[in-house]
């Protein structure tokens, strides 16, 4: 597929889409929306117009009635930067970042990101090291090591780190080729089962794309949050199912949550494990983002989950990828722009030595929309010639498909819109955190204008059940 001519019309083809459809799709804007060399503004459009443009499609199927969906690049790039622009009772959210998340230089020269925002991931960095737990120790200890040394070091205990790598030096990498050989939406039958309706009806009849789609939620931070929330924007029923004992970002927890219903279920025991068992029978869409094979483990993997309702819809987001060696590491948006080479050309083009990210959690966003995106056309595959089906999306994915897309030339001097610079793009929702400044869905649907009917609430606040 050639990204780099038309991301949207590709991305369409890539997942067997009717490109008739996309005549019902109308892009409008300057990509030049952040600050960066790379077509982030691109890659919103098109991941958010095809997930609108699905919605939209799946209305149609549903009713006989086609909409015009509308998207501007600015308000598109504004949505992939939601936590940003979150304030609560008009203040600024908490902060994401760990202290001693960031870059270090290593004994080699070599700079190493660190991701601590778990307390887990955290200590056991300091244990690793054997340092002090503050910045300037772990900054000593960093550099009494050689950059890959320390890499494999943190990633064979299970933590979160990313040695800076060029673009040519990840392409080397065992994992960058088996990423390379992996579409960047699978979309795939894994079981039969008669055809079934994308959703059933509300009592008032068919009103949203996906009115009475069940959407089990077991991800947490961005990108599967994303994609939960999305399908929430049209009309899906959302249950997010937390472990009592995972952690959490609270700013991502009220950004991510809204339109959504919140469960606790500890999965850990037998209980728990029958009771998701009970909901996902009952469900149209099983979304997770565990690293791969970790639900599997538990009784949960897409065969099993299909087996036991057969026409489910399972959709798997991950960091690098279902294939490879580094398919168990875990990973975070802003790792996979560290170790793929996103960070150093940011860097080079702004003329600097320290590493330099994104201006937003781009991978994170795409593929949220990506996986919204894939979960609905595997709903209208149900609808049409029944199955059970199997949707993969990988943030290491996403990052390839943007560096295809080509870089901005001067693209780090477009400016950097602040809030007061987006208040248009804004909504207040109140909710149990208080009164909540975020941002509009940004697709324009004429029949069915996108919205959350839910706000954000507190981890656990609903019972683990079906309304």
């Avoid at 009220?254 to 219903?261: A, L, Q, S, T, Y």
């Amino acid at each position: 597929m050639n990204f780099a001519l038309n991301p949207l019309t590709a991305l369409w083809q890539l997942a067997g889409r009717n490109a008739e459809t996309l005549s019902y799709l109308t892009l409008s804007g300057d990509e030049r929306q952040l600050p960066s060399v790379y077509r982030v503004s691109a890659l919103a459009s098109a991941s958010i117009g095809a997930a609108a443009l699905a919605a939209a499609d799946c209305f149609r199927q549903r009713t006989g009635q086609m909409q015009h969906v509308e998207l501007d690049a600015r308000r598109a790039a504004i949505a992939f930067r939601s936590e940003r622009y979150l304030r609560i009772n008009a203040d600024p959210a908490p902060e994401l970042r760990d202290p001693l998340m960031g870059f270090y230089e290593t004994r080699d020269g070599r700079w190493i990101q660190l991701h601590t925002n778990f307390k887990h991931h955290r200590d056991g960095v300091v244990k690793l090291l054997g340092c002090a737990n503050d910045h300037a120790g772990v900054s000593e200890a960093i550099r009494g090591w050689d950059g890959a040394t320390l890499d494999e070091a943190l990633a064979s205990a299970g933590l979160c780190a990313a040695l800076i790598r060029t673009p040519q030096e990840w392409a080397t990498l065992p994992q960058a080729r088996a990423i390379a050989e992996t579409p960047l939406l699978e979309i795939m039958k894994i079981g039969d089962a008669p055809p079934e309706p994308v959703g059933q009806p509300d009592e008032g009849g068919i009103q949203r794309p996906l009115s009475g789609v069940r959407v089990l939620d077991l991800s947490r931070i961005i990108a599967g949050p994303v994609a939960g929330r999305t399908l929430a924007e049209h009309g899906a029923d959302v249950l997010l199912i937390n472990g009592p004992h995972l952690p959490n970002i609270a700013p991502l927890v009220i950004d991510n949550g809204r339109g959504k219903r919140s469960a606790t279920i500890d999965l850990r025991d037998e209980t728990g494990r029958e009771t998701l068992r009970a909901l996902s029978k009952h469900a149209d869409v099983f979304l997770q983002g565990y690293r791969p094979g970790a639900l599997q483990d538990k009784g949960f993997g897409p065969e099993e989950v299909a087996r036991d309702r057969p026409g489910i819809v399972y959709v798997t987001v991950s960091a690098y990828g279902h294939k490879g060696p580094w398919s168990q590491r875990r990973g975070f948006d802003s790792l996979v722009q560290s170790a793929s080479g996103i960070a150093w050309t940011e860097a080079q083009a702004a003329g600097q030595t320290n590493p330099r990210h994104l201006p937003c959690q781009a991978l994170d966003h795409a593929t949220g929309y990506l996986a919204a995106f894939g979960a609905m056309t595997a709903l209208q595959r149900r609808a049409e010639e029944g199955g059970s089906w199997h949707v993969r999306v990988s943030l290491a994915g996403t990052g390839r498909w943007l560096q295809s897309l080509g870089l901005i030339e001067d693209g780090q001097k477009i400016h950097d819109p602040q809030i007061d610079d987006v208040r248009d793009a804004l909504q207040t929702i109140e909710s149990p955190f208080g009164s909540l400044t975020c941002t509009q869905p940004p697709e324009r649907m004429p029949m069915t204008p996108p919205f959350w009917s839910l706000p954000p609430v507190p981890i656990g606040t609903d019972e683990p059940r079906w309304t």
